[in-house]
């Protein structure tokens, strides 16, 4: 029997004869007829339908994450769970651009499908587009998507979805299943989809017009030239400080990807001061500045900043400069020589496996021209999936009885273990997790040991879990006969799977 959770979303019950229930998501907006008799499942909904879930081998707590990742405000399960309905609200640049779909014309919506047979609209690992087109559907253009679900290369089945923007967000409505769809299938979805509502209209904020551009700081041609990105539309114009005054030197709109190039040829060598200046009707302008210094005997070099950020083992970068001039890479563990292509480019791929900064510097010779030091720094940082792939690199197999020996010189040492959650307690803030570490050869799990946690990790009594832990030391403890019995006390670093 279905409930009526109205903190949550709202299920409005329709005549038997309807065959369905309107879900109304206030997070998106909306509100979806799902098909009746379907299992419908918020993020926060997912403990509350535990039995049902677990019954249908879908563990609940990763789904609520799955759910909550993707952007799901709800999904549908059929009555065999071989079949699925979600309903995804997302925001990027482009729904913020047009807050409504409305707003896009047709070369911009042609952009915005050509992405999307690309598999460049949103992160879509484990999907493959294979045909994308836009259709009217009650008076609001849809952009239809039919795609191939992989699993470790293979096909793992077939979805469709229909998606839009309202009220600058993404809405979208996805159907998987296993096998194919059918012409009725496709059919009946696309009727479904004319029962959707849009439950408000927002009134759209006044935002500032966007800009990223790299803004040039040198040249030994007097060229001038400033491309990049902006809100779609908006009107880009230059313009340089003479004599304490700003003048208009260049103009251009940004395209259907937003793309724009600025160019003027400066007369005068020396420092230039200019301005990159952005607007759109009903939008904030938004204004870049810079100085660019004009010397005919410099060597021109762009493309490289003076610190860059990375979390990859190599790091390339690339940069312009005149064509075949000679390059030597200063690098902390000797030096790298390469002459630059005809038309200016070159590129260094460079080692940064370790967390840090990397100091180098880039000298640039050619004839007729003073040579050039330029220096740079990259700083490598660790994403957290990376920390632990090295936490988990760094762990040790240490034997219960050394454990219980509180040896020096295990202490600090990282454990990978697995083992059942038999009790959780909490005392000043402080979680005890207390887990078996050995397994007999009658497969019942002895050795308790005590994971010390400093928040609440969420285990349960009688979970299966893997951890990743810390060696501290032991507890004492008494056992039946009132003898003293050492239980190894470890440090939780992060819970690696709960079965």
Same mark, same amino acid.
């Given at each position: 029997?279905?409930?009526?959770?109205?903190?949550?979303?709202?299920?409005?019950?329709?005549?038997?004869?309807?065959?369905?229930?309107?879900?109304? *998501?206030?997070?998106?907006?909306?509100?979806?007829?799902?098909?009746?008799?379907?299992?419908?499942?918020?993020?926060?909904?997912?403990?509350?339908?535990?039995?049902?879930?677990? %019954?249908?081998?879908?563990?609940?707590?990763?789904?609520?994450?799955?759910?909550?990742?993707?952007?799901?405000?709800?999904?549908?399960?059929?009555?065999?769970?071989?079949?699925?309905?979600?309903?995804?609200?997302?925001?990027?640049?482009?729904?913020?651009?047009?807050? $409504?779909?409305?707003?896009? $014309?047709?070369?911009?919506?042609?952009?915005?499908?050509?992405?999307?047979?690309?598999?460049?609209?949103?992160? &879509?690992?484990?999907?493959? =587009?294979?045909?994308?087109?836009?259709?009217?559907?009650?008076?609001?253009?849809?952009?239809? &998507?039919?795609?191939?679900?992989?699993?470790?290369?293979?096909?793992?089945?077939?979805?469709?979805?229909?998606?839009?923007?309202?009220?600058?967000?993404?809405?979208?409505?996805?159907?998987?299943?296993?096998?194919?769809?059918?012409?009725?299938?496709?059919?009946?979805? #696309? #009727?479904?989809?004319?029962?959707?509502?849009? @439950?408000?209209?927002?009134?759209?904020?006044?935002?500032?017009?966007?800009?990223?551009? !790299?803004?040039?700081?040198?040249?030994?041609?007097?060229?001038?030239?400033? =491309?990049?990105?902006?809100?779609?539309?908006?009107?880009?114009?230059?313009?340089? =400080?003479?004599? %304490?005054?700003?003048?208009?030197?260049?103009?251009?709109?940004?395209?259907?990807?937003?793309?724009?190039?600025?160019?003027?040829?400066?007369? !005068?060598?020396?420092?230039?001061?200019?301005?990159?200046?952005?607007?759109?009707?009903?939008?904030?302008?938004?204004?870049?500045?810079?100085?660019?210094?004009?010397?005919?005997?410099?060597?021109?070099?762009? %493309?490289?900043? +003076?610190?860059? @950020?990375? @979390?990859?083992?190599?790091?390339?970068?690339? %940069?312009?400069?005149?064509?075949?001039?000679?390059? !030597?890479?200063?690098?902390?563990?000797?030096?790298?020589?390469?002459?630059? /292509?005809?038309?200016?480019?070159?590129?260094?791929?460079?080692?940064?496996?370790?967390?840090?900064?990397?100091?180098?510097?880039?000298?640039?010779?050619?004839?007729?021209?003073?040579?050039?030091?330029?220096?740079?720094?990259?700083?490598?940082? *660790?994403?957290?999936?990376?920390?632990?792939?090295?936490?988990? #690199?760094? /762990?040790?197999?240490?034997?219960?009885?050394?454990?219980?020996?509180?040896?020096?010189?295990?202490?600090?040492?990282?454990?990978?273990?697995?083992?059942?959650?038999?009790?959780?307690? !909490?005392?000043?803030? =402080?979680?005890?997790?207390?887990?078996?570490?050995?397994?007999? @050869?009658?497969?019942?799990?002895?050795?308790?040991?005590?994971?010390?946690?400093?928040?609440?990790?969420?285990?349960?009594?009688? $979970?299966?879990?893997?951890?990743?832990?810390? &060696?501290?030391?032991?507890?004492? +403890?008494?056992?039946?006969?009132?003898?003293?019995?050492?239980?190894?006390?470890?440090?939780?670093?992060?819970? $690696?799977?709960?079965?």
């Amino acid at each position: 029997m279905k409930k009526v959770l109205a903190f949550i979303f709202i299920i409005l019950l329709l005549p038997a004869a309807a065959q369905c229930q309107v879900i109304r *998501m206030e997070a998106g907006d909306v509100a979806f007829d799902f098909p009746d008799r379907w299992l419908c499942v918020s993020p926060q909904l997912c403990s509350f339908y535990t039995r049902e879930l677990t %019954g249908a081998g879908i563990e609940p707590e990763g789904l609520r994450e799955q759910l909550l990742s993707q952007g799901i405000l709800c999904r549908g399960y059929n009555e065999t769970y071989s079949q699925w309905i979600s309903v995804l609200m997302r925001e990027d640049d482009l729904s913020l651009g047009y807050f $409504d779909m409305s707003r896009a $014309d047709m070369g911009q919506r042609k952009q915005i499908r050509l992405q999307a047979e690309g598999n460049n609209l949103f992160e &879509v690992t484990g999907l493959r =587009t294979q045909d994308a087109e836009w259709q009217q559907i009650s008076d609001r253009y849809w952009l239809y &998507v039919h795609y191939i679900r992989l699993e470790n290369g293979e096909n793992a089945g077939r979805g469709i979805r229909y998606m839009t923007i309202h009220n600058g967000q993404w809405i979208i409505v996805d159907w998987q299943k296993a096998g194919r769809f059918s012409n009725r299938d496709l059919a009946s979805f #696309k #009727k479904q989809l004319s029962g959707l509502v849009f @439950t408000r209209d927002a009134e759209e904020p006044i935002r500032n017009v966007t800009v990223n551009a !790299q803004l040039p700081s040198e040249t030994n041609t007097g060229m001038l030239e400033v =491309t990049g990105t902006a809100t779609i539309g908006a009107q880009m114009t230059l313009l340089l =400080t003479e004599d %304490g005054s700003l003048r208009e030197a260049a103009w251009d709109t940004a395209g259907n990807r937003g793309q724009f190039t600025l160019s003027y040829e400066l007369s !005068q060598q020396g420092e230039t001061e200019y301005q990159v200046l952005a607007e759109r009707e009903g939008m904030l302008p938004t204004t870049l500045t810079g100085s660019i210094y004009y010397d005919a005997k410099t060597i021109p070099l762009s %493309g490289i900043d +003076e610190t860059i @950020t990375t @979390t990859s083992d190599k790091t390339v970068i690339r %940069g312009e400069t005149l064509g075949g001039t000679t390059l !030597q890479l200063v690098a902390p563990k000797g030096m790298t020589k390469k002459r630059a /292509a005809n038309d200016g480019s070159f590129s260094f791929e460079l080692t940064t496996e370790q967390e840090g900064t990397y100091e180098y510097t880039l000298l640039l010779d050619k004839g007729n021209y003073a040579q050039r030091r330029f220096s740079f720094s990259i700083v490598r940082l *660790m994403t957290d999936d990376q920390q632990k792939a090295d936490v988990r #690199k760094s /762990a040790v197999r240490i034997s219960y009885r050394d454990l219980q020996k509180d040896l020096p010189e295990n202490r600090g040492q990282v454990l990978n273990i697995r083992g059942p959650v038999v009790e959780v307690s !909490q005392n000043s803030g =402080t979680t005890f997790v207390r887990m078996n570490y050995s397994r007999s @050869t009658g497969k019942s799990w002895t050795n308790p040991v005590i994971l010390v946690c400093e928040e609440d990790p969420g285990l349960r009594t009688g $979970d299966m879990v893997t951890v990743l832990c810390r &060696v501290e030391g032991i507890y004492v +403890e008494q056992n039946a006969k009132g003898e003293d019995v050492n239980i190894p006390r470890l440090q939780m670093l992060f819970i $690696d799977h709960v079965e």
